[in-house]
C-alpha cells in the first residue's frame, strides 16, 4: 500500500514553499513520526514528519523546489522494510538496527547532537557526509551551529583542497552552499560568489521595503539611566536564579515599561486597517530575534499579566526554538507592539523599522559608562540610547516622547513598576 507525502497546510499569507532538505532518499526505511523533509516558507521551516512505517518511494519534488499546500511530493510504501528480506538480509538489518539503536541512544545523551541541530546544520551535515557527534559544538550545551561544520570541514578538507585550488583561494570559494559565506581572498584575487536569497530573507526585504515606503515613519531618542535597575539586579540575580531557574536580564524589564506605556498611550499600541485606526486592549509584545536564517519576531501575549520571570523564561525559550528553526507561525504571527535589542551585538544607536501593521517599535542598545550631569556635577553612570520608530499617520510626536520619557523614568526607577506607580 503506498501513501502519499504532502506539504501541510500553509497559512493565508503564504502562497507557495521550498523544499530545503530530504533526510532520506528512494529506498531508504522510514518511521512513523521521522522527519522525512524540510521545507522553508517565508516565516518558518516546517518538518514534515511520516505518517508511518516503511520504505521512502519515489522523491516527487527534489530540494530546491517551489511547491504549494498539500501537493504530493513523495510516497511512502507502507509496511515493514524488511518484510521481503532473506534470512542473511534480515539478521544483517537487525544488526544494523541494534547498532542504530545504540548510536541513537548514545547520540540522545550527548548534546549538540543531530536530533538537537537546526534544519540548516543538519543540511550540512548531510551535504558533507558527516555525523553530529564528528563535530564539536560551540553552542549553549554543546549545540552544533552552522559556523562549526563549516570551520570543521576547513580544517578537515584544507589539505586535499590545496592540490586542486589556486593557493590564494580557500576551499569555501568553490562551494555551492548558499549557508556558505563570501570568500575572503588573498594576493590580489578578486573573487566573488552568487547565492540565492533565502525566502525569509527575502521576505524580510520585501517588508521593510514597505515599511519605510508605506508608513509616515519618524524615530525619536532618550538615554536612559541603567544605574538603578543594575543595581537591584546585582542584588537579587542569584536569589532570582535560584526561585525562577533563569536569569534577570534587561528585556523583562523593558518590556514591563513597554507595557505600561502602552496603557497609558494607546495610539502606540494601535494599528491601521484601511482607513480605521484598530485599538487593542492588550499588549501582545514581539521580540526581534536573531537566528541563522535571518531576523524573526516571536510574539509574547498578554505582557499585561506576565511577571518579569516570566518574560525571562518565554525570551528564551523563544530564542532556543529560533536556533533550531522551529519557531512555528502562530508563534510569530500577529503583535501590538516590538521591542529590537540591538545592544546585545554592540550596537549604541539606530533606528529600527516598523513591522507592520504595528505604529511603533522600541529600540534598545548597548550600555555604556558615559559622563553625565547629576546636580551640577560630572559623575560616570551606566547609560543607554533608547529610540522609538513611530507611525506619524497614528502617533503624534506629543505622544512618541511621552511614550518613550515614561519607559525611563520607569526604568530609572523600578519600584514603580513594583508598586505600579
Same mark, same amino acid.
Given at each position: 500500500m503506498t501513501s502519499e507525502i504532502k506539504v501541510p497546510t500553509l497559512p493565508e499569507s503564504i502562497a507557495d514553499a521550498l523544499i530545503v532538505t530530504w533526510h532520506k532518499k528512494e529506498g531508504d526505511p522510514v518511521r512513523r513520526d521521522e522527519v522525512l523533509v524540510d521545507i522553508e516558507t517565508d516565516k518558518v521551516v516546517m518538518e514534515v514528519p511520516a505518517a508511518e512505517d516503511g520504505v521512502l518511494g519515489k522523491i516527487i519534488e527534489d530540494e530546491g523546489a517551489t511547491v504549494s499546500a498539500h501537493q504530493v511530493i513523495g510516497s511512502i510504501e507502507a509496511g515493514s522494510a524488511s518484510a521481503d528480506a532473506t534470512p542473511a538480509d534480515s539478521q544483517a538489518a537487525a544488526s544494523d538496527g541494534a547498532e542504530s539503536t545504540a548510536a541513537n541512544d548514545a547520540a540522545a545523551a550527548e548534546p549538540g547532537v543531530a536530533g538537537q541541530t537546526s534544519p540548516a546544520v543538519r543540511k550540512l551535515l548531510k551535504k558533507h557526509k558527516l555525523q553530529a557527534a564528528d563535530v564539536k559544538g560551540s553552542g549553549k550545551n554543546g549545540r552544533l551551529?552552522?559556523?562549526?561544520?563549516?570551520?570543521?570541514?576547513?580544517?578537515?578538507?584544507?589539505?586535499?583542497?590545496?592540490?586542486?585550488?589556486? #593557493?590564494?583561494?580557500?576551499?569555501?570559494?568553490?562551494?555551492?552552499?548558499?549557508?556558505?559565506?563570501?570568500?575572503?581572498?588573498?594576493? @590580489?584575487?578578486?573573487?566573488?560568489?552568487?547565492?540565492p536569497m533565502s525566502r525569509l530573507r527575502a521576505r524580510i526585504a520585501e517588508r521593510l521595503l514597505s515599511a519605510t515606503q508605506n508608513t509616515a515613519m519618524l524615530t525619536t531618542f532618550n538615554e536612559v539611566d541603567m544605574s538603578a535597575f543594575i543595581a537591584l539586579r546585582n542584588q537579587y540575580k542569584d536569589r532570582f536564579e535560584k526561585s525562577h531557574g533563569i536569569k534577570l536580564g534587561f528585556m523583562s524589564i523593558f518590556l514591563k515599561a513597554a507595557t505600561e506605556s502602552l496603557k497609558r498611550y494607546p495610539d502606540i499600541n494601535a494599528s491601521i486597517d484601511g482607513k480605521d485606526v484598530v485599538y487593542h486592549g492588550y499588549c501582545d509584545i514581539g521580540v526581534a530575534v536573531s537566528s541563522d536564517r535571518g531576523?524573526?519576531?516571536?510574539?509574547?501575549?498578554?505582557?499585561?499579566?506576565?511577571?518579569?520571570?516570566?518574560?525571562?523564561?518565554?525570551?528564551?525559550?523563544?530564542?532556543?526554538?529560533?536556533?533550531?528553526?522551529?519557531l512555528s507561525i502562530e508563534e510569530m504571527t500577529g503583535g501590538t507592539f516590538t521591542v529590537s535589542n540591538g545592544g546585545v551585538f554592540g550596537s549604541l544607536l539606530s533606528t529600527?523599522?516598523?513591522?507592520?501593521?504595528?505604529?511603533?517599535?522600541?529600540?534598545?542598545?548597548?550600555?555604556?559608562?558615559r559622563p553625565i550631569a547629576v546636580n551640577g556635577e560630572v559623575v560616570i553612570r551606566p547609560m543607554m540610547y533608547v529610540a522609538l520608530s513611530y507611525?506619524?499617520?497614528?502617533?503624534? @510626536?506629543?505622544? #512618541?516622547? @511621552?511614550?518613550?520619557?515614561?519607559?525611563?523614568?520607569l526604568v530609572e526607577d523600578p519600584a514603580r513598576i513594583v508598586f505600579d506607580l
Open positions: 551551529l552552522k559556523e562549526d561544520v563549516e570551520k570543521h570541514v576547513a580544517v578537515h578538507t584544507a589539505p586535499q583542497v590545496a592540490t586542486t585550488t589556486p #593557493a590564494s583561494v580557500p576551499a569555501s570559494a568553490s562551494s555551492t552552499d548558499s549557508s556558505a559565506p563570501v570568500p575572503i581572498v588573498a594576493d @590580489g584575487e578578486r573573487v566573488e560568489k552568487r547565492v531576523l524573526v519576531v516571536p510574539v509574547l501575549r498578554n505582557t499585561e499579566h506576565m511577571t518579569l520571570a516570566d518574560i525571562e523564561k518565554s525570551i528564551a525559550q523563544f530564542a532556543e526554538k529560533a536556533r533550531e528553526g522551529k529600527p523599522i516598523l513591522n507592520p501593521p504595528q505604529s511603533a517599535i522600541l529600540g534598545m542598545h548597548a550600555t555604556q559608562d507611525d506619524h499617520r497614528i502617533v503624534d @510626536g506629543k505622544g #512618541a516622547v @511621552g511614550f518613550l520619557k515614561t519607559i525611563k523614568e
